[in-house]
């Protein structure tokens, strides 16, 4: 990867303003926005505003898809890929006539590859699958955050709710990204390990097939050498605290190391380490409109996981000497 020499000091820059941007406006959002509030004039606009969003038609909005994601194609994303740098590679056609279920794996503590990939234009996700109009899945909470909600939408970001994920994936030519492993993913993320979470996670399976949406594996090769986690021994007191923040906000960050912003060797920035996110080829899925929860049901669920499951696998072998060659050890089903 070449880079001009006045662009190549600016990458960190830009890589810790993204940061800030994204996993830490929501506290300082909320804040400014309780002072605003305390504000007579402002009160009632307010509180309408928030009433909007949070119960109101606004609360539909990623859903219905009705925000046109301009912000997708900046050219600060593709600075953003450089930094790594980032790559998306494709090995099979998408048609459009069919929805699809892209299924990240690993989830990694802040998931960085999601956002050049899937979230932006950073590695020409439309160039390589034209006709495809892809959302990315994210927590409920940055919908109901002022601001954060607005930028979300602006890069066709969606809550992950069943409800979102059927209504959005019952149009043809829509993807939706998701991070299967979760908050509990992050978890276990480690340098040259991939770790998943994946047996009991049954739940996308069961929105492919109320949508007939096509679910595609898609494996990101260097997402957990981005940071060093530090240890939380279990039962303490930290690990305490992240259960405890894992089920009030439905993520957790781990505690970990990256670099700094000027060259220093610890901070909070990822390792500028590559990340190659593979897309691998669509498992077709039939619509069934049968109780999921029926005995049929759950076992047609069960057959088209473990389908997945050896899709996944096969994907992962095909390219893990190429893209992992420095692995710890190889994929690992641990949940």
């Not at 060093?228 to 279990?234: L, N």
């Not at 076992?299 to 893990?320: G, N």
């Amino acid at each position: 990867m070449n880079f001009r020499t006045d662009e190549r000091p600016m990458l960190p820059v830009i890589a810790a303003a993204w940061l800030v941007a994204i996993y830490g406006s929501t506290i300082l959002v909320w804040f400014v926005t309780i002072l605003l509030l305390a504000d007579p004039v402002l009160l009632v606009p307010g509180l309408i505003y928030l009433y909007w969003i949070i119960f109101g038609p606004g609360r539909s909005a990623c859903a219905k898809a009705t925000w046109k994601p301009r912000m997708r194609g900046w050219g600060v994303w593709r600075s953003l890929a450089r930094y790594f740098p980032a790559k998306l590679i494709k090995t099979a056609e998408l048609d459009p006539q069919h929805s699809y279920i892209f299924a990240l794996h690993p989830h990694g503590i802040l998931t960085c590859n999601s956002w050049m990939n899937f979230s932006s234009e950073a590695t020409g996700f439309s160039k390589l699958f034209p006709g495809i109009e892809m959302h990315t899945g994210t927590i409920s909470w940055n919908f109901i955050t002022p601001v954060v909600r607005e930028f979300c939408l602006m890069h066709g970001m969606c809550d992950v709710s069943r409800k979102t994920m059927v209504e959005l994936l019952s149009t043809p030519g829509r993807a939706l990204m998701v991070a299967i492993g979760g908050a509990s993913e992050a978890l276990l993320a480690a340098p040259g390990t991939m770790d998943l979470i994946l047996n009991k996670r049954k739940g996308f399976i069961r929105v492919a097939l109320t949508t007939g949406a096509h679910l595609v594996p898609v494996i990101s090769f260097g997402e957990n050498d981005l940071f060093d986690p530090i240890a939380v021994e279990k039962h303490s007191f930290t690990w305490y605290t992240q259960q405890l923040t894992k089920s009030m906000l439905g993520f957790c960050v781990p505690p970990f190391v990256g670099r700094g912003v000027l060259g220093y060797p610890y901070g909070l920035l990822p390792k500028p380490r590559p990340i190659v996110t593979v897309v691998g080829k669509p498992l077709p899925i039939a619509q069934w409109q049968g109780d999921l929860h029926s005995l049929e049901g759950t076992q047609l669920a069960d057959k088209y996981h473990a389908q997945y499951v050896i899709a996944l696998k096969e994907l992962y072998e095909q390219h893990k000497d190429l893209y992992a060659s420095d692995r710890v050890r190889s994929l690992k089903l641990v949940a």
